[in-house]
C-alpha cells in the first residue's frame, strides 16, 4: 500500500513537471446567456437542439399540464443547469435519472442532475409540471393572455416562461415539436406544418400537432387556442399555407383581416425576390380575438394579429412588415437584444419598398416625410438605435430611424450594392444569429466604401443627423403613410411593465 502510494505521488509530480492540468471539476452552468439588456435570461453551459411539448389545456380552467422534452449539448462540464419557467414542477429527469430542482428568482428552475454532465455530453431534460398560466407573475407582469374561448402565448421578448421549460434567448435556437390537447371542437394552433391531422382522444378531447424543421428562438414559438376558422393553401412553389381567424371577430373585421392575410403568399413571394429564398417550410397567419392583445408578432412560419390592425379595412402594411420578420429576427435573429433595429428596421423598411412597389409613395418620400416632420426633440432622435435601451426597445428610433438608416445607406452604396447587402445577410446568416458590428462591416465589405460617418451618425449618435439636400425637395405626405404610421402605433411594445 505504501509502494503504491509512492507511485501516485511520483506519477502526479511528473505530471506536474510536464504541465499537464489537472481536469477542472464540473461547474454550475451560469444563470444567464449573457445579454447586456436582460442578464438573467436563457442560461449558459448548454446549447438546446430540440423541444418536445406535450401539453393538455382546458380553457374553462385555464389549467396546462405538460411534459416537455429538451435535446441538449453541454458546452462545459455540468454540475447542475438552469432552465427559465415558472409553472408548477412535479418532476425532472436529466438522462433517465430524477434529478434534484429549486427555485431561483421569480423565473429561473435550478436542476441539479444525479450525474454530472461532461463537457460535450448529450442531455436529455424530461420536465413535468402543470399549474394555471395567467396566476403566474415573473419580471412584473404575466405574459399569457387568456381569451373569451381559450388562450395565447404570445410576447416578446418573454412568452415561454408561462407554458414550457426553455434556454430562453434567441441565441439559443432549436427545433420544436408541439402537441397539444384540448377540448374536441377548440382549435390549438402553433408554428411550422402539421405532421399528422388532430386526432380525437378519449373524454372529449382532441389533440393538434405542429412541427418546426428550421432553428427557431423561444419567444418565436407560439400557442394560440381558441374557436378558428382555419383557411389551407399551397403557394406557387408548393409550401403550405395555414390562415386562421377568430370565430369572435365581427363580420367586418374579419372580411378586412382576411382581405389582408390571404395575401400573405402573394407578400412573402415578392419579399422572396428582394430579401433571398423564404426560409421556412411553411407560411400562413392568426387572427386573434378582439379586446385581447394589441400588438402584431412575427412568430416563426405563422404571425399573429390583433384584430385592431384591421379595424379601418385591409392592411397588407402590417402583413408585410410581420412577414419580412421571418428573414429578418426569425432566420436571422438578434444576438443581443439591443440589437433589435436588425428586426424592426428592416421590417419597417420593408414596408417602404412595398409602399413603393405599388405607387403609394417612395422610400425617398416617406424618409423625407419622416425626417421634415420629426421634431429634434423627439424620441425617434433622442434615442440612438444601435443601443436604444430597454424602455425604448420598440421605440420609434428602433422603427422609423432604422429604417431611415437603411435608406441612407442605400443611398450611398447604390441600390445593386444595398440589396445585395441584404440578401448577403440573410444568406450568411441563415438560422443563426447577427450583431450591428456584423451588418455594418458586411455593407463596408460590399460596397468597398468606409461607411463609419453614416452608422455613426444615424445608429449611434442620439440626436438628429443634419440634412444639407432635404429643403431642395419638395415635402408631401406620402400615401402609403396613414397605414404605416397605424401600424407602427399598435406595433410598438411597452417593455417598461
Known amino acids: 500500500m505504501r509502494r503504491l502510494l509512492v507511485a501516485s505521488i511520483a506519477t502526479a509530480l511528473t505530471l506536474a513537471g510536464t504541465g499537464v492540468a489537472a481536469q477542472a471539476a464540473p461547474a454550475p452552468g451560469a444563470a444567464g446567456i449573457g445579454d447586456s439588456y436582460y442578464p438573467d435570461y436563457g442560461n449558459g453551459g448548454y446549447d438546446v437542439s430540440h423541444y418536445d411539448i406535450r401539453l393538455r389545456y382546458t380553457p374553462a380552467t385555464d ?7 429538451i435535446l441538449a449539448r453541454a458546452t462545459q462540464e455540468l454540475s447542475r443547469f438552469n432552465l427559465d419557467f415558472v409553472l408548477d414542477v412535479s418532476s425532472i429527469y436529466v438522462n433517465n435519472r430524477p434529478a434534484t430542482f429549486t427555485r431561483q428568482g ?6 441539479t442532475p444525479a450525474r454530472a454532465i461532461a463537457d460535450d455530453g448529450a442531455m436529455t431534460v424530461v420536465v413535468q409540471y402543470s399549474g394555471v398560466p395567467s396566476s403566474k407573475v415573473a419580471a412584473g407582469f404575466t405574459a399569457w393572455t387568456r381569451t373569451a374561448d381559450g388562450a395565447l402565448a404570445l410576447g416578446e421578448p418573454e412568452i415561454a416562461w408561462w407554458w414550457y ?3 430562453d434567448h434567441p441565441a439559443d435556437k432549436a427545433t420544436f415539436d408541439v402537441s397539444v390537447s384540448v377540448p374536441t371542437g377548440v382549435e390549438a394552433i402553433s408554428n411550422g406544418a402539421m405532421p399528422r391531422p388532430p386526432v380525437q ?19 418565436l414559438t407560439f400557442l394560440t387556442v381558441g374557436q378558428y376558422d382555419i383557411t389551407t393553401d399551397t403557394t406557387a412553389d408548393g409550401q403550405l399555407v395555414y390562415n386562421a381567424y377568430s370565430q369572435l371577430l365581427s363580420p367586418d373585421f374579419r372580411d378586412a383581416a382576411q382581405a389582408s392575410v390571404e395575401r400573405t403568399a402573394e407578400i412573402t413571394d415578392w419579399e422572396s425576390t428582394v430579401f433571398g429564398p423564404f426560409p421556412f417550410e411553411a407560411r400562413g397567419g392568426v387572427v386573434v380575438p378582439p379586446g385581447t392583445i394589441g400588438f402584431a408578432l412575427e412568430t416563426q412560419t405563422r404571425p399573429n394579429y390583433s384584430s385592431n390592425f384591421f379595424r379601418r379595412g385591409s392592411n397588407t402594411s402590417v402583413v408585410v412588415h410581420e412577414n419580412a420578420h421571418q ?5 436571422v435573429s438578434v444576438a443581443e437584444w439591443k440589437h433589435i433595429w436588425l428586426n424592426e428596421g428592416f421590417a419597417s423598411y420593408a414596408e417602404w419598398l412595398w409602399s413603393e412597389k405599388n405607387d403609394e409613395g417612395t422610400a425617398q418620400e416617406i424618409f423625407d416625410y419622416l425626417y421634415a416632420t420629426s421634431p429634434d426633440d423627439a424620441p425617434i432622435w433622442t434615442t440612438a438605435p444601435a443601443d436604444p435601451g430597454v424602455p425604448a426597445l420598440f421605440g420609434d428610433a428602433v422603427y422609423d430611424r432604422g429604417a431611415m438608416t437603411l435608406h441612407q445607406l442605400r443611398l450611398a452604396v447604390g441600390d445593386d450594392d444595398f440589396f445585395t447587402i441584404l440578401r448577403t445577410w440573410t444568406a450568411d446568416h441563415r438560422y443563426g444569429n447577427g450583431t450591428t458590428e456584423e451588418f ?8 468597398g466604401q468606409d461607411l463609419d460617418a453614416l452608422f455613426q451618425a444615424w445608429l449611434y449618435t442620439p440626436s438628429k443627423p443634419a440634412m444639407t439636400n432635404l429643403t431642395k425637395r419638395a415635402v408631401k405626405t406620402p400615401k402609403s403613410w396613414a397605414g404605416i404610421s397605424q401600424t407602427h402605433d399598435l406595433l410598438h411594445i411597452d417593455t417598461s411593465r
Open 327 to 331: 428573414w429578418f429576427g426569425d432566420s
Open 165 to 167: 421549460p426553455s434556454n
Open 106 to 111: 421569480d423565473h429561473e428552475l435550478v436542476v
Open 201 to 219: 382522444e378519449t373524454l372529449g378531447y382532441t389533440r393538434w400537432s405542429w412541427r418546426s424543421l428550421k432553428p427557431q428562438a423561444t419567444y
Open 440 to 447: 455594418t462591416a458586411l455593407a463596408e465589405k460590399i460596397s
Open 63 to 69: 389549467r396546462l399540464t405538460g411534459t416537455t422534452t
